[in-house]
């Protein structure tokens, strides 16, 4: 059985027609070739596929099919602009808020719909932001840091 | 070209010191001086592969996509220790979408761990041990058809606990269950007569527990074969070790194999080796004749791909009053899991304070569970913890400052080796890192916090290698408008090498950081580098770079002399333009150079050099906590934490500062949070997702980290002075905290995690 599904990726309509039990990340990952977006846990433990759908940011291993339908996603290949890093990307760079990279895509999209609502947040919301969101090898300062300097009207 | 010898190589990588023969230069390039004004190292630099990982466009093995691509999953022992009787693929194979089946029926007997077992063995003895691997069209077909397969097993007694598994009614795993059959001993002086010279004897018994690396990439490879010859994507620290790991299992030459790394998502010790899943997906690519993606999930990963094994440490040391240390004995064991891992813990006992008389044996113990593998810094962390929690002890039981009691007994030469160290610069780790915490304003007696949140500081000191050595090999190529690519066959875990490679060969020949490429993991091109561990990457890579650097400026200069018709020795090398000292005028581009020799490519290759003789070489730190305890929930909360390190050259501070704080967490999660938790019952792990097995979130992370580099280099280990960062980060954390804690509540935490349930316990019993 297939499902017909209509939603937007990055600001561009999309029509494709899967099966109902795959999950937003595999449809991302294998039907998009959208390979940024990572999986870590499947789960929803770890934040390393998190995307933006609907303003909000999800775990996309915990969204089924059927749930995008209709759907806005961004995801961290949609921050990029005529060939220019977003600011949040370019302060995760000058912050050093980057490793091994594998969380940085979760990071990004966390913080990008926490700073779409809230464009100027404390640094206890931004903790809360990205406390879904696990980081193994750079440590959270810097990401924090990156963050707190993306004030401002992010879109 | 320079001239090369041939000598016989040593230093210290994760478990043990590891000999080769390597081909060094024979005349080392003068290090930079400490203090040398450096244009590029040293500096904040922003990483070379920011863009791709900051854009989503960085390609991690995970992500690895081939025309017709087949998928594998692997069925694992569901008990502890068991035979199997029988295997019956039909039903399986049956089912629409799967491609291959193999099990130890149908595949050769391929050794593995040491030659104890094999790919697949007959006798599992873990939970999580290979029983078969199915190649399908899809991961989910391949999943379903695990649960399709009948295996027919007899189930043996186990044991997973290391004290009962030395027992000797104990189910044995090998012959013995101990490792080698014997422990690990070390010895100096005379101990009886160290404890009768001693005023104050303490003993005292600690405990740690399994700890999982849990990397955020998950262990993947991606095979495919073109006729005869395979190629490798997989998520790896050793590029070449995987590449001859699994030539050997399968029986092809070496250069038959082509392993490639780019990105990874961490290693921690967990990925340096051959895995049983990448074999396996290459003899399942070759039966259909496609390639073949291989993925670990979460339960995989915390039950087979590696551990650091648990310890109990009975130790016993002896002082006089004035606080000189007289004698020590570190006895330990732990649990390697079921196949050879080593599980000592004492190094740093042996080695960081000045003792004459002192005695250690560790115990490295089969158990039935998945065995350990390196994690940064293999046996130092669980070491350090028990050693400075004793040394703590002893200067409360004499009256003096925890801190003055260590410089009293302070190491001035290795006492292992008998050797002076190229740099020991603890003592000012010492003096800075207790001046950042406010460690003679704050500090408190211990359990002197008023109220129900108490709060407290404690340190902790860190020894460990890190020096590198040789072989190590770097190839530069100078393109023909003076830009330039390094190829090296080291790999980066996330840590910067592409970052420092980069700024190395733009310090010496003056050119842009934008001009340089850098290419690393690929068993195909580049000359070899060693696997990614120790902390020695940047020490024994970042030399080999300078050199072969240095070599193409020579190499400019002399085609300059050629051209100009000026004698080498008159020219100069400026901002990557050669002129004549003498007359001005006379000046090339290097790419004017390389032009006019009608080269479109000039090549270099770079060595490490030998690492100096008769010297030892350790880094060396102090990390200090502030915490606060809350005695109503046993919760600790972690203020500030302070890391005061010796590691020589800093390459780069951005990149470093990653290190440290990442490693900091690390040993934040080890003193708090995670184990590997066993059922006695079944034997099987129930840590086996992230919701249980916890790995430190920002809500775990002290509200300050403080690093504080007092080394500028160690001019004497290589031309760039550099130590490693990685383990000495994450070494004394656990250990700092712990006596932080024991300086708030005043009652002595003996066993990691300190989970406020063990607090409550202990305060309240």
């Given amino acids: 059985m297939t499902i017909e599904l209509n939603f937007t990726i990055n600001e561009k309509k999309i029509t494709l027609k899967t099966e109902p039990n795959r999950r937003l990340l595999d449809i991302l990952r294998q039907e998009l070739n959208l390979t940024g977006t990572k999986e870590g846990c499947a789960i929803g433990e770890c934040g390393a596929c998190t995307v933006v759908m609907n303003g909000k940011a999800v775990n996309s291993c915990l969204v089924l099919a059927p749930q995008i339908n209709g759907a806005e996603i961004l995801t961290v290949e949609g921050l990029e602009k005529d060939q220019r890093l977003h600011f949040l990307q370019e302060n995760f760079l000058k912050h050093g808020a980057v490793q091994c990279g594998f969380c940085t895509p979760g990071m990004l999209m966390s913080a990008y719909a926490l700073l779409s609502k809230n464009p100027n947040p404390t640094e206890a919301e931004v903790k809360e932001a990205i406390a879904g969101n696990l980081c193994r090898c750079t440590g959270y300062k810097q990401i924090i840091d990156a963050i707190l300097e993306t004030e401002g009207d992010i879109k | 070209m320079s001239s090369r010898k041939i000598i016989k190589s040593k230093y210290f990588f994760e478990e043990d010191f590891v000999e080769s023969l390597a081909e060094v ?202 006729g005869d010859r395979l190629t490798v994507w997989d998520s790896t620290q050793g590029i070449f070790s995987v590449r001859d790991g699994i030539a050997d299992s399968l029986g092809i030459p070496a250069s038959h194999v082509r392993v490639i790394k780019k990105y990874m998502g961490g290693g921690f010790g967990s990925k340096l080796a051959a895995g049983k899943y990448t074999v396996m997906a290459a003899l399942l690519a070759k039966k259909i004749g496609r390639p073949v993606k291989i993925a670990l999930d979460r339960k995989e990963m915390n039950l087979a791909v590696g551990n650091r094994p648990d310890s109990v440490q009975k130790l016993k040391i002896g002082a006089k009053k004035d606080g000189t240390l007289t004698a020590m004995v570190h006895e330990s064991y732990g649990a390697s899991g079921a196949y050879p891992s080593g599980a000592a813990c004492s190094w740093p006992f042996r080695t960081i304070y000045q003792c004459p008389n002192l005695n250690t044996i560790d115990y490295s113990v089969y158990i039935n569970a998945g065995p350990g593998r390196p994690m940064r810094a293999p046996g130092h962390v669980q070491g350090t913890f028990g050693m400075d929690s004793i040394i703590d002890d002893m200067a409360e039981k004499i009256g003096m400052d925890p801190l003055e009691f260590r410089l009293k007994n302070y190491a001035e030469i290795d006492q292992v080796g008998n050797a002076p160290y190229t740099s020991k610069r603890l003592h000012e780790c010492y003096q800075q890192g207790a001046a950042a915490i406010g460690w003679y304003q704050k500090r408190r007696p211990a359990g002197s916090s008023p109220g129900k949140i108490k709060k407290g500081i404690g340190m902790a000191s860190q020894i460990w290698w890190g020096g590198g050595g040789p072989p190590a090999y770097a190839t530069l190529k100078l393109n023909r408008d003076g830009s330039a690519t390094v190829i090296a066959g080291t790999q980066d875990l996330g840590t910067g090498t592409y970052t420092f490679i980069a700024q190395v060969a733009a310090e010496v020949l003056e050119i842009p950081l934008d001009n340089i490429n850098v290419i690393l993991g690929d068993t195909g091109v580049a000359p070899y580098g060693p696997s990614s561990g120790g902390s020695t990457t940047a020490p024994s890579i970042s030399p080999a770079v300078r050199d072969a650097a240095e070599q193409m400026k020579t190499k400019l200069i002399s085609g300059a002399a050629a051209i100009l018709e000026v004698p080498e020795r008159e020219l100069s090398y400026r901002n990557a333009v050669i002129s004549a000292i003498t007359d001005s005028e006379k000046k090339l581009g290097i790419s004017d150079v390389v032009r006019q020799m009608r080269e479109r490519v000039l090549v270099t290759t770079g060595l490490r050099n030998a690492n100096p003789e008769g010297y030892t070489i350790n880094s060396f730190g102090a990390q200090f906590a502030e915490v606060e305890v809350d005695i109503d929930t046993g919760k600790i909360r972690l203020l500030k934490v302070v890391a005061a390190h010796d590691v020589g050259r800093i390459l780069n501070p951005l990149t470093s500062d990653n290190q440290f704080h990442g490693g900091i967490i690390q040993g934040i999660g080890f003193a708090l949070m995670e184990e590997r938790i066993m059922d006695p019952m079944t034997g099987k792990t129930l840590t086996t997702n992230l919701h249980n097995y916890k790995v430190p979130t920002v809500m775990d992370t002290p509200t300050e980290i403080e690093v504080i580099i007092v080394s500028d280099s160690d001019p004497l280990i290589s031309n760039t002075g550099v130590k490693g960062i990685g383990e000495p980060a994450h070494i004394p954390t656990a250990a700092a905290i712990a006596n932080a804690v024991y300086n708030a509540i005043g009652v002595r935490m003996k066993s990691l995690p300190m989970t406020p349930d063990k607090i409550l316990h202990a305060l309240f019993g």
């Fill in chain 2, 25 to 226: 230069p024979v005349e080392k390039t003068e290090a930079w001086a400490s203090g040398a004004e450096l244009k590029v190292v040293g500096k904040p630099t922003q990483r070379k592969d920011g863009y791709d990982k900051v854009s989503g466009s960085a390609q991690y093995t995970f992500d690895i996509s081939l025309p017709k691509m087949a998928f594998a999953k692997t069925l694992r022992s569901p008990h502890p220790h068991a035979r199997i009787l029988n295997i019956d693929v039909s039903k399986a194979k049956k089912l629409p979408g799967v491609l291959e089946i193999i099990t130890h029926q149908n595949t050769p007997k391929i050794p593995w761990y040491f030659g104890m077992s094999f790919l697949f063995d007959t006798t599992l003895r873990f939970e999580g041990d290979e029983v078969a691997c199915v190649a399908a069209e899809s991961e989910h077909i391949a999943e379903q058809a695990l649960q399709l397969i009948r295996v027919e097993y007899e189930e043996l007694p186990f044991t997973i606990e290391a004290g009962q598994a030395m027992s000797e009614a104990a189910p044995k795993i090998h012959d013995t269950n101990i490792l080698r059959g014997r422990p690990d001993t070390y010895e100096r002086g005379d101990i009886e007569k160290g404890f009768a010279e001693a005023d104050v004897v303490l003993e005292e018994t600690f405990t740690t527990q399994t700890a999982v690396h849990n990397t955020t990439e998950p262990h993947c490879s991606v095979v495919n074969w073109d």
